[in-house]
């Protein structure tokens, strides 16, 4: 089983800042992508950003140039820098990852999620 445990998240006026960061354990042997996505109430499960092992990295059109994904390889921790913030980034973002456990089994795993909410 891998885990993820999600932080970061909470109430900022708009065009403020936050920083989401999301540790996977367990037993790991390779983490292939890790990422995050956003769920607005009704709305549906979005990706925001997601960064492979070789460090390329991908981003919803609404975020570019706004949000930064980078991850730490030796600690197994994604994290996304959120400047510039907006109402409509408001949602549960959830924690992503996927890749090959120790007893040779692929995985992927899910974060419980956190809370950002942008006030206009």
């Known amino acids: 089983q891998v885990q993820l445990a999600e932080s970061g998240g909470g109430l900022v006026q708009a065009g403020g800042s936050l920083g989401l960061s999301c540790t996977a354990s367990g037993r790991i042997f390779r983490i292939n992508v890790m990422g995050w996505y956003r769920q607005a109430p009704e709305k549906q499960r979005e990706l925001v950003a997601t960064?492979?092992?070789?460090?390329?990295?991908n981003y919803a059109d609404s975020v570019k140039g706004r949000f930064t994904i980078s991850r730490d390889n030796a600690k197994n921790t994604v994290t996304l820098q959120m400047n510039s913030l907006k109402p409509e980034d408001t949602a549960v973002y959830y924690c992503?990852?996927?890749?090959?456990?120790?007893?040779?089994?692929?995985?992927?795993?899910w974060g419980q999620g956190t809370q950002v909410t942008v006030s206009s």
């Open positions: 960064i492979d092992s070789g460090g390329s990295s």
């Open positions: 992503y990852a996927d890749g090959i456990s120790r007893s040779w089994e692929r995985f992927s795993s």
